[in-house]
């Protein structure tokens, strides 16, 4: 395993022991600059619009993002390792008000 792997594992493991969202933002607060923190929660919202059967145009207006940028999500959506289809599951009854 490369050590770039190893370093990930742990972070990933870290992530695992946080207990709330308020810990999150604090722990993404620290980690990431803002710019890296809204790209991610960009495609975050993205993926939820897709699983809500929006089409690409749809989310491209409703957000500001290039169709190329859903098309990007869709693409980790649907051909991804499943981390998206996976929290999307888990948290399905967080998202389901954002369909307005």
């Given at each position: ?81 499943g981390g998206y289809e996976l929290l ?13």
């Amino acid at each position: 395993m490369k050590e770039t792997d190893k370093l990930a594992d742990e972070l990933y493991t870290a992530i695992t022991q946080l207990q709330s969202a308020e810990e999150a933002k604090l722990f993404f607060a620290d980690l990431c600059t803002p710019q890296e923190i809204h790209g991610m929660a960009e495609r975050w919202r993205i993926a939820i619009y897709l699983k809500q059967d929006m089409s690409y145009r749809e989310i491209s207006a409703k957000t500001g993002v290039s169709v190329t940028t859903v098309g990007r999500v869709a693409r980790a959506l649907n051909y991804g390792d499943g981390g998206y289809e996976l929290l999307l599951n888990r948290t399905e009854h967080l998202h389901t008000e954002q369909k307005s």
